[in-house]
């Protein structure tokens, strides 16, 4: 699966960020002095004197970048069935398998797992949101810095789901709530890429692309699914690799409807690492002694 690094992890909300700017002066060749009044810093040109942009800043042709209804604008997870509260998902591609879990509690913490093989290389880790700043997680990897824990730990998670809401999305064409029987399917496209995006990660498919595939209730007011997407891969910088085809396989269930309000109170974080703004912390022994150690900090 073609996964390509974009910037930003805004730990998957949108937290503001504050710039401090540095200004030198031209002219003279110095600093303006911080301490100085701001009327001693040359005036910009007026507006009228910069040339006029152009109307349309996109790229001719097919840009995988933006997402849309046009031929050439990519089709993108959005609308009812990403709106999930648990999802389990196991993939099958050339040379990669995986298998991940996701739920989403009302008041925003996220617990997710996942285990991955890609020929003789093994991971898996389980990871837990607590808020904006802080997380718990358990993994046999090595990361090595805090700062790409997240990413590392998230990015295929929240790529695979997408994926699997998104084929859901182009192949049922109604809601998850009217899905009352055995639904097949199939869905095609001979123009326009595939996207899913996590907060620092992408991934294409390149058209022309097809999926087939079913859904159909199961226990516990799930929805079961079976998908097939055959696709053409692309490079790192979101090129067609011509001649060649992929497929990858997604088999799971997910349900929608009411989430839980929040993580249970007693889930067990023993042996979990805590992390408040990509500090290890103290380890505490389940979710609610998380939430204290954290509050306010």
Known sequence: ???????????????????????????NGLAQDATAPFSAVPAFPGSATLPELPNDMRLPGPNPR??????????????????????HVELKAPRFSGVYSMERPQNGEV????????????????IVFINDD???YRSRERFHSPEVILDEMMSTPVLVTQLAALLLDQGALVGPDEITTP?????????????????????????PWEVTGSVAPAADGALAFRL???YRPVDRKGRIQAGKRDTVELTGTVTYGERRKAMSDTFDLVGWKLMLR????????????ARQAVAGR
């Open 1 to 27: 699966m073609p996964i390509n690094r974009i910037s930003g992890w805004q730990r998957l909300r949108n937290i503001a960020a504050a710039v401090l700017v540095a200004t030198t002066v031209a002219g």
């Open 66 to 87: 933006h997402c849309g209804s046009t031929r050439h604008s990519a089709v993108c997870a959005e609308g009812r069935w990403t709106n999930f509260a648990n999802m």
């Open 111 to 126: 617990h997710t797992t996942y285990r991955e093989v890609a020929g003789s290389t093994r991971r898996g880790g389980e």
């Open 134 to 136: 802080a997380f718990a």
């Open 183 to 207: 639904l097949p399917f199939s869905a095609r496209n001979a123009t326009q890429f595939l996207r899913t995006e996590a907060p620092n990660a992408a991934a294409l498919f390149g058209p």
């Open 228 to 230: 097939r997407l055959s």
């Open 278 to 289: 990509n500090s290890e912390i103290d380890p505490v022994k389940s979710m609610d002694e």
